[in-house]
């Protein structure tokens, strides 16, 4: 429930607060004064798009604060204060702000916490309803037409029309997969075959790991083969005294003489020199382990320079991989395992073009049969709606006149993407179903039904759509109805039944309505008047809660002008203790 606005800044509007009560509020004043701005505040809470032309002329900013009490409130409300961390005051209400500055920014608080602007407008839309002039305008499109009808269908067409969203999801996804494969068949076949032709390159080759960098070892060994083999045998013999290795055959080896140091220390009884021995010892045992590493080494040396041409060989070929597919070997080892992969994602016969076809075909059958479930779920609601629609425009001085509620099959072109054959027909698989809601009106017993966009007048566009949401809104309370000059177009005796409706309306819902028409005034328990002040340099704005005696003046005013009269303020009187009469009656 809506308890409290403030608003600066905003249009005409400079500073203006209001206090809202359970029941029915009339808002009423002189044209410019400033009536449609209170409802465009109720749009900016609502989360509408915030446009700097409202900005008051030499303001920085337009700001609305609307206080709501969340006694009551819907389970979707409380898990949004308690996601953004919104704060309660203690008697159990929560402020929304809004602001938009003159250069077009925008920015919305939720208790005191800032927050997303669609969070703001979710917050609000569970609490407040706000139906403009432009809704009645948006009442003849058939897509608002079938999102009343599924309002009012509830949980079984809430049902169904998840269904059919979760199953075309599905299906679209199936069939566009199915058309990329069709569309990439041959680019695929393509891909294919260079894999193929670059696995079997690399295969030939078989390279292992760090190979590149060991041949490059040996190659630079090979390169000047004898002159290593030299050193090594050098080493070698200097080490094991081996007599190829370019020294005097008389000439001691390093073990023979670490052989002779231990023979002689252990010959010793001085303490210090047998202390040695250990050390000789691990001497003896170091350069034997070398002397066999450098055995080694020659071992595996080639017996001469041809080997090299192989080594050469066999790295102009990890080259040539190294060249096209990676920086090094084992990056063409890794180059090699997923192209396998893309490979084999290519060949898998289970995303072949049938394999699509056949998921395709299955994803088209659900959206069928999820299509004619909700169809049938709409269909049984369109018939509960006509008929309550209809007793309600009784009660709206259209006695004889009816409400029907179409739903028909939207027929697709050839050309339609989302075209699904249904029962031997093509039709359009749009977002909201495969349905076309059409309203139409007989506005007379007799007179044809055709559909309201073009047989409905103003004023009875006007009563249908009053009708409708007195419907929608169900007997249940606690939310808040916003009705802007519901009643354009209307007058006399019709004018009258919309005043009583809307006063029946708000025995379970609080009801704020915008109006011209004294005959509907006069049916509000609360009546405010949004009055104007003029200046050489600016139009003020004030909102003001009428007494019985202020509210007598107002209603005259409205009736013909005729405020500061007798007659003007005994005719007010009379239609305002008539309205109350029949609202009680009622």
Known sequence: MLEEI??????????????????????TGETGAGKTMVVTSLHLLAGARGDADRVRAGADRAMVEGRFRLTDAAGEVLEIIDSTGAQRDDDDTVIASRTVNSDGRSRAHLGGRSVPVGVLGQFTTNLLTVHGQNDQLRLVQSDHQRDALDRFGGKSVAKAFAAYSAAREVWIAAVDHLELRRKNSRELAQEADRLRYALDEIDAVDPAPGEDAELAATVNRLGDLEAVRSVAAGAHAA??????????????????????????????????????????????????????????????????????????????????????????????????????????????????????????????????TAAATLTEARTKAAATLSTKVTKELAGLAMKDASLGVTVAPDESGDNDPRRLQIGGRYLHAGAGGVDRVEFTLAAHSGAVAMPIAKSASGGELSRVMLALEVVLAGPGGGSTMVFDEVDAGVGGAAAVEIGKRLAILARSHQVIVVTHLPQVAAFADHHLLIGKSTTAKSVKSTVTLLDRDARIAELARMLAGLGDSDTGRAHAEELLSTAQAQKEDA
């Open 239 to 368: 080490l094991n005294g081996a007599s190829d290795g370019g020294l005097d055959s008389e000439t001691a080896s390093a073990l023979d003489l670490l052989g002779q140091v231990r023979n002689l220390l252990e010959s010793s009884s001085e303490p210090t020199l047998r202390g040695l021995l250990g050390r000789v010892g691990e001497a003896l045992s170091v350069v034997s382990d070398i002397g066999e590493e450098l055995g080694a080494f020659l071992a595996d040396l080639p017996a001469d320079a041809s080997e090299l041409e192989k080594v050469l060989v066999r790295q102009a070929e990890l080259k040539n991989l190294i060249r096209k597919y990676a920086p090094d070997i084992d990056g063409v080892i890794a180059w090699r395992d997923q192209a396998r992969a893309r490979l084999s994602e290519i060949d898998d016969s289970s995303v072949s073009i049938e394999a699509l076809e056949s998921a395709a075909a299955d994803a088209a059958a659900a959206v069928a």
């Open 6 to 27: 403030a608003i600066s800044g905003l249009g005409v509007i400079e500073d203006a607060a209001a206090e809202f009560h359970d029941g029915f509020t009339v808002l």
